[in-house]
């Protein structure tokens, strides 16, 4: 974690994160309507000293074969945890040299403009007040904080936060959009979409420093989950077999390969019997070099994480979440950051209506900080949701 993220961290502890593409919509949509009072969103990777006692949590789910048990992990029983709002009022991003940004996030569902957090600043992200609901979904930061991305109009972009380039992506005709799509770890590549309401994508690989650009021929029908750091497209086949996902082949491609390799990862072992595979959230293990596969229920609630080789060998479980038996709290996976893994759990119990970001960190699950219950949330790295 740099130290613009870290000086972000205390100064919020002082004070007391596309729907481009109609598989991850739908699939989105269905966790939505079954929290019934609002939806699992992307949260802020915001961390901050845990005060507290520590307990053992026990996982829940059957953890698999010997030697793949998850990570036992720890969490804080009563610990504070700093809450971030929208502020009543917000000066818009000038332009220019602001510094890295922290996490873009809106509010609420809809109606609420789009900010940027740089350090203890919230600025208004252009064009928000113009469709503030639908264009924060569309908001996007690269790990490092320092590219922002967001919609103009049908076309979209991409700003250095720590600099004065601007990279515009129109769409290529009328009636078609653009939106960021994924980034590779290191934050020197973007994957962005061209689409006409979901369907009949083509995409384009930027190399941000340098600005080139590079038409992607993906494998057919084909769905990108991530980018390598190498430029290679991890996709999925969007005709694969219907949920609940034991199996699960992905195909690794480079830029101009419209075949690629297969990666063949098969998780039966592993998996308890209610549990599936999340193809939506596959990560770039950025320490080594494989994949870190989301699970969870059939009714799409997380559970946990697997570690995945390069190859498709499952290598661990690397953590399992606490299951709440009175369904009062629901878990997503959002990403990978200096932190380590983050998920966003959201509480719907009366009176404590919140969305909680919490990072694994070794055995310790940390409460990072609280954000509105219905917040579209982008962390860096990752689009909102």
Known sequence: MNDDFR??????????RNYSDPERALAVGRRRRRTLLAAPALAVAVAVVAVGTWVTVRPSVPTGTPGNQATEVTTAASSPVPTLSPPPTAPALPPG??????????????????????????????GQERNPGSSAMLLSLSPDGRWLGYPAGDGYVVR?????????FPPSESGRRTAAWVWSADSKRLLVSDFREGNDNTYTLVDVLTGSRTPAVMPAAGTPLALTNEG???????????????????????????????????????????????PGSVLVDPDAGGYLLGVGTADGISTGV??????????????????????????????VNGDGLLFSRQTNDTGRQATTVVAVTGKALRDLVALPHESIVAVPGASAR
């Open 7 to 16: 000086n972000v961290y205390r100064e919020l502890a002082d004070d007391a």
């Open 97 to 126: 040299a602001v510094g890295r940004a922290s996490f873009a996030y809106a509010g609420c569902r809809s109606g609420c403009p789009g900010l940027a957090v740089v350090g203890d600043r919230q600025f208004i992200i252009p």
């Open 160 to 168: 250095d936060l720590t600099g004065t380039r601007t990279m515009a």
């Open 232 to 278: 290679e497209i991890v996709s999925r086949a969007r005709d694969q077999q219907p949920e609940p996902v034991r199996v699960l082949t992905l195909t690794v491609s480079a830029i101009g390969d419209a075949t690629g390799r297969s990666v063949t990862i098969d998780a039966s072992a592993i998996l308890a019997q209610n549990e599936s595979l999340f």
């Open 306 to 335: 697997l570690r995945v080789a390069a190859d498709g060998r499952v290598v661990e479980r690397v953590v399992d979440l606490p299951r709440d038996t009175r369904n009062r709290e629901f878990w997503n996976v959002l990403g």
